[in-house]
């Protein structure tokens, strides 16, 4: 479940750049397939810290990107949406991973009423 | 009722791994500052990273030392200070996994100045999936798998295994006794991971801690 410290390194990095924390409505995060993060234990978790750290019980909207792979067989680049994608020229696994592993926090979406 | 409200979108931008990372990078600048060759072992419980460790610790004696990650107790590092080396005790108090500002402070209470001192051994927590993603200023990445936890668990673990460096197979002593395809493994792990080395060892019975040891060896006086 380190997950739950991701969720805790989420909040952080927000509350940082918001320079304190608030309730949000929004989170956008991305998150590759190959970055070993479950998004639905992620969700789980963040759900529990965002509310715990005082920011409220924001939707989290989490963009899930393709992996970039280059197959070392026959050298056909290819994307893929998890790990257990072979290459669909030659349907080799030996490969190079050239991008997936990516996580981020994108934005977050503040309500403001106007009074 | 007032629904006049409007939303305000505030750009982040910020990879979640940023701050590890800069841990890890700066436990590396340190680490390769005194020329310390550093290892990150992964495995599931039990499968034999501190036995794998004591075994080293006899061959390499004042060479090495050894940061030893758990969630609770020091056992381990006495484990392996009996064995001769020093080792420090990080209890990550219920965390899943070692992350590089925990290995920062551990190697803050280490003596690092011995020029003997050319391999620093770090054992991560007991799991295969969390600890994966960390990197901890590390040279060498080594996931390690034994035969009493079955042949089927490279492609279950695939973002631990697709990271490694090295592969290591324990427990080959009890292969007469269990159903384990080595082969099997080895392909899986290099299906996800082409380049990846790999060692059949017994942490017990000393097979193929010659060859291991002397691969390390290379890496740091190399
Ligand atoms: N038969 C056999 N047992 C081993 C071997 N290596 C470790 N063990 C045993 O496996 C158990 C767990 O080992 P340990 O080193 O504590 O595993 P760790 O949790 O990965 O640190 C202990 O009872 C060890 O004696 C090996 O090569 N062969
Ligand atoms: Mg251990
Ligand atoms: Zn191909």
Redesign the pocket.
């Known amino acids: 479940m380190h997950e739950l410290s991701l969720a805790r390194d989420m909040t952080r990095i927000i509350g940082k750049v918001l320079g304190g924390c608030r309730p949000l409505d929004t989170v956008n995060i991305t998150i590759g397939p190959l970055s070993g993060i479950s998004p639905e234990s992620l969700r789980f978790c963040f759900t529990e810290v965002a509310k715990m750290e005082g920011f409220g019980e924001p939707k989290l909207v989490i963009t899930e990107t393709e992996a970039k792979l280059i ?1 070392l ?4 680049e290819y994307q893929a949406k998890e790990f257990y994608q072979g ?1 669909p ?4 696994f030996s490969r190079r991973i050239l991008s997936g592993r990516e996580f981020t926090v994108d934005s977050v979406e503040i309500m403001e009423g106007t009074d | 009722m007032c629904d006049d409200t409007t939303i305000q979108i505030v750009d982040i931008s910020t990879p979640v791994m940023n701050k590890n990372d800069r841990f890890a990078a700066s436990n590396r600048e340190l680490l390769s500052g005194k020329n310390i060759f550093t290892l990150n072992l992964i495995s599931s419980p039990g499968a034999g990273k501190t036995t794998l460790l004591e075994s080293m610790a006899r061959f390499f004696g004042s060479k090495m030392a050894v940061i030893e990650g758990d969630v609770q107790t020091d056992r381990d590092a006495e484990r392996v200070r009996k064995a001769g080396c020093q080792a420090w005790q990080i209890e990550t108090g219920g965390s899943c996994h070692l992350d590089a500002e925990a290995v920062n402070h551990a190697l803050g209470h280490m003596d690092l100045e011995s020029d003997e001192l050319a391999l620093l051994c770090i054992e991560n927590v007991g799991n295969l999936i969390c600890p994966s993603g960390y990197d901890l200023g590390e040279n060498l990445k080594i996931g390690l798998i034994s035969l009493p936890e079955g042949d089927d668990k490279i492609l279950k673990y695939p973002s631990l295994f697709s990271r490694i460096s090295v592969l290591i197979i324990n427990k080959m002593d009890l292969l007469p006794h269990i159903d384990f395809d080595v082969n099997r493994t080895i392909d899986e792990c290099r299906s996800l991971n082409p380049e990846v080395m790999v060692f059949t060892i017994s942490a017990k019975t000393g097979e193929g801690m010659e060859e291991f040891c002397g691969y390390l060896e290379n890496q740091f006086s190399g």
């Not at chain 1, 020229?89 to 080799?92: K, L």
Request: hydrophobic share 10%; with cysteine.
């Open positions: 197959c067989d026959c050298n056909v290459c020229s030659c349907g080799s």
